[in-house]
């Protein structure tokens, strides 16, 4: 599988058949990242939902808060698909996404 950056698209690319986004790492195209704090997130599937991309992914990867609360997936971030809109920071009802400056690169 060959996988691109938004800079090896010819000018005015387009997507031509569905689904060959997920070639194109448009991570490199943000300015700021999503955090997603583990012990706040409530596992309601709104960013999840929200996200245009799909850059969040729920993961059957068990979980206990430091509180002790369990829950059996964990919602992480594709950061090289993840393009930074801050929709799923934006959606977050308890505010356990956080929107960080993007270093380096």
């Known amino acids: 599988m060959i996988r691109l950056t938004w800079r090896d698209l010819p000018i005015g690319g387009f997507v031509i058949e569905p689904g060959n986004a997920r070639n194109n790492l448009t991570g490199t195209w943000r300015t700021e990242r999503p955090v997603i704090d583990q012990d706040a997130c409530i596992r309601c599937r709104i960013c999840w939902m929200y996200c245009p991309e799909p850059a969040i992914l729920e993961l059957n990867k068990p979980y206990t808060t430091r509180s002790g609360k369990k829950y059996d ?15 799923c920071a934006h959606e977050c009802p308890v505010k356990a996404i956080k929107m960080v400056p993007e270093v380096g690169g």
């Open 73 to 87: 997936v964990t919602y992480e971030v594709d950061y090289d698909h993840c393009k930074g809109c801050g929709i």
